[in-house]
């Protein structure tokens, strides 16, 4: 069974609740330490320069996806990530 992470819904109406996303979050991707190297990974993407004139440099986000795979995150978690 595939795992998925969803906002939390502010009691309030209209929105989501950040604080209880945040720890829905940390829960699903295993702990705080996990989610801290989420963002340090995130904060470490830096997109490199073009090859050429024509080619597009790669985006921060594609470098964040292929460094965190690499650190050992499913797609699953490394999309919750960015939905955050």
Same mark, same amino acid.
């Given at each position: 069974?595939?795992? &998925?992470? /969803? +906002?939390?819904?502010? +009691? =309030?109406?209209?929105?989501?609740?950040? &604080?209880? *996303?945040?720890?829905?979050?940390?829960? =699903?991707?295993?702990?705080?330490? @996990?989610?801290? @190297?989420?963002q340090k990974?995130?904060n470490n993407?830096?997109?490199?320069? @073009?090859?050429?004139?024509?080619? &597009?440099?790669?985006? /921060?986000?594609?470098?964040?996806?292929?460094?965190? @795979?690499?650190?050992? =995150? *499913?797609? *699953?978690?490394?999309?919750?990530?960015?939905?955050?």
């Amino acid at each position: 069974m595939k795992r &998925k992470f /969803k +906002p939390v819904p502010s +009691p =309030f109406g209209g929105g989501v609740d950040e &604080k209880a *996303t945040h720890e829905a979050f940390v829960a =699903f991707v295993g702990g705080i330490g @996990r989610a801290d @190297r989420l963002q340090k990974i995130w904060n470490n993407s830096h997109p490199g320069i @073009r090859v050429s004139a024509f080619a &597009k440099p790669e985006a /921060k986000s594609d470098v964040f996806r292929r460094k965190a @795979r690499k650190d050992g =995150f *499913t797609d *699953t978690e490394i999309d919750a990530f960015l939905s955050l």
